[in-house]
Each structure stands twice: as structure tokens, then as C-alpha cells.
């Protein structure tokens, strides 16, 4: 399982991505909260990416469009730091 920004995670069967956040239920353990589903990694980070700025578009936390770009490059400047060590790896 994959953490990323803004409480979501990404992982994986054996045919697709996963994006969703993590719940906990007494009668199954850890589970996917709302999983969405992705045939690669790239796709499935860029969902997260937008889930993530509609949530705190959601949730009051950018109001404007220039706070929405701002935040938007933030989050993908803090995704890309998080690739960095795939670069060159595939």
C-alpha cells in the first residue's frame, strides 16, 4: 500500500491500481474506502491528485482559483519528490 497526500492511498490486485482511503471494519479488518480503479500507475496518481484538490475545494479549504493553482503545483511538486527515486527505474 502506497500513503500519498491528503489521506489516500493507492495498491494493487493483480490487474489494476486502487485509489481510495483506508477504514477500518470490525468484521473485515482494514478495507478500501470508495476504491477507484486504475489500469496503471500514472492514472492512478493523477486521480488521487484531483481527489485531493476536490476535497479541499470540498471542505472550504481553497476558495479561489489562484489558491487552487498554487495548491495544485504544491501537491504535484510533493508527488514528484515522492517519485523521484522510480525515475530511471522502469
Same mark, same amino acid.
Given at each position: 500500500?502506497?500513503?500519498? $497526500? /491528503?489521506?489516500?492511498?493507492?495498491?494493487?490486485?493483480?490487474?489494476?491500481?486502487?485509489?481510495?482511503?483506508?477504514?477500518? !471494519?470490525?468484521?473485515? /479488518?482494514?478495507?478500501?474506502?470508495? $476504491? !477507484?480503479?486504475? $489500469?496503471?500507475? /500514472?492514472?492512478?496518481?493523477?486521480?488521487?491528485? *484531483?481527489?485531493?484538490?476536490?476535497?479541499?475545494?470540498?471542505?472550504? @479549504?481553497?476558495?479561489?482559483? *489562484?489558491?487552487?493553482?498554487? @495548491?495544485?503545483? !504544491?501537491? !504535484?511538486?510533493?508527488?514528484?519528490?515522492?517519485? @523521484? $527515486?522510480?525515475? /530511471?527505474? *522502469?
Amino acid at each position: 500500500m502506497i500513503t500519498l $497526500p /491528503g489521506d489516500l492511498i493507492i495498491t494493487a490486485d493483480n490487474e489494476q491500481y486502487i485509489v481510495g482511503r483506508t477504514r477500518t !471494519r470490525a468484521d473485515k /479488518g482494514i478495507i478500501v474506502d470508495k $476504491p !477507484r480503479y486504475y $489500469p496503471n500507475l /500514472g492514472s492512478a496518481l493523477r486521480a488521487a491528485l *484531483q481527489q485531493a484538490m476536490r476535497d479541499k475545494v470540498s471542505a472550504g @479549504e481553497i476558495t479561489t482559483l *489562484q489558491d487552487f493553482i498554487q @495548491e495544485q503545483n !504544491r501537491l !504535484r511538486v510533493e508527488l514528484s519528490i515522492l517519485l @523521484e $527515486p522510480l525515475e /530511471g527505474k *522502469q
